[in-house]
């Protein structure tokens, strides 16, 4: 027989950690003095000890390894559900890893984070920037102009869906859709967002970025870009709340929105909303 101190030399253990697995249940001396509570074991017990060890090195909880050393489960089942964990824990490093890289390797070129989050579905006013040329400024005033004149305007920013030569305005209710202005529905969706301040001329650079984001941590676009613009230039006539206008581009705040995973893609065909081709879900 052995003493705890002894024992635990031998096994590669701490006293402490016998002490513990005994008041646990776990791992019991072979016998315990009455009077002094001095514990013994067992050189016929290190199997049992070396076991447990083993176990908890791959990281099995004090539940599942109590049951294996009992004989109450199965180890090859348990150990690869437990190879599962850990290779599914690998590729969630490695996803880190892979935006850190990026982190890292972006410097003091960019102060943007990427975050992912849920955008809820909303409700807005539709216009296909072909029809004033594409010119997106005179789409914008003559879509905000139709809604205030409506009184139908959210209070919440408009946006775009570059790909699609699409702007949106949202709204608290519905309109009547016209040749030139429809309604539609954005859907709810998970996106990689980025927050871009300044100029529209560097947006370019900071969509690149969020794209790379979402590759290397190992997502999928599932569909096309948003672009929200949360401070921008407007006319006053327009009356929209102040604190969303400035008057100069460095000031202007903006953020990407990329839908990612199997989300709701905003795209549903290039159907008629209103007369004009959108990529809205239809608000019946």
């Given at each position: 027989?052995?003493t705890?101190?002894?024992?635990a030399r ?7 950690v016998?002490?513990?697995?005994d ?9 315990t003095?009455?009077?002094s ?12 000890l070396r076991?447990i ?19 109450g489960s ?19 490093l ?12 972006a410097?003091?070129a960019?102060?943007m984070?990427v ?8 409700m ?6 072909a029809?004033?040329?594409g ?10 102009a ?16 570059p790909?699609?030569d ?5 709204l608290?209710?519905?309109i ?28 370019p650079?900071?969509?690149a970025?969020?794209?790379a ?6 997502h ?19 009356r929209?709340?102040?604190?969303w206008t ?9 953020e990407?929105?990329l839908?990612?995973d ?13 007369g ?9």
């Amino acid at each position: 027989m052995f003493t705890v101190g002894a024992f635990a030399r031998m096994a590669g253990v701490s006293a402490r950690v016998l002490r513990s697995w005994d008041a646990e249940g776990l791992f019991h001396p072979a016998w315990t003095d009455r009077s002094s509570g001095y514990r013994y074991y067992s050189p016929a017990q290190l199997p049992k000890l070396r076991r447990i060890v083993a176990l908890r090195e791959v990281g099995l909880s004090r539940a599942e390894i109590g049951d294996l050393v009992c004989g109450g489960s199965d180890l090859r089942e348990t150990l690869e559900r437990r190879r599962g964990e850990l290779e599914a824990e690998r590729r969630e490093l490695d996803r880190r890893l892979a935006i850190l890289d990026i982190r890292v390797a972006a410097g003091a070129a960019t102060d943007m984070d990427v975050v992912v989050r849920t955008l809820p579905a909303e409700m807005v006013a539709t216009m296909d920037t072909a029809v004033v040329g594409g010119d997106i400024g005179a789409a914008f005033y003559e879509l905000e102009a139709r809604v205030r004149d409506l009184g139908a305007r959210a209070h919440r920013p408009p946006g775009a869906i570059p790909d699609e030569d699409a702007i949106f305005v949202p709204l608290r209710r519905a309109i009547p859709a016209t040749d030139r202005i429809g309604v539609g529905r954005l859907s709810a969706t998970r996106a990689a967002t980025i927050v871009h301040l300044g100029s529209y001329a560097t947006l370019p650079r900071a969509r690149a970025d969020l794209g790379a984001w979402v590759e290397a941590a190992g997502h999928q676009p599932s569909g096309p870009l948003r672009i929200l613009y949360l401070q921008f230039g407007a006319e006053p006539e327009l009356r929209l709340p102040r604190s969303w206008t400035v008057d100069r581009g460095d000031e202007f705040v903006t953020e990407l929105q990329l839908p990612i995973d199997g989300a709701a893609s905003t795209r549903t065909g290039r159907r008629q909303i209103g007369g004009q081709p959108a990529s809205f879900e239809k608000v019946s």
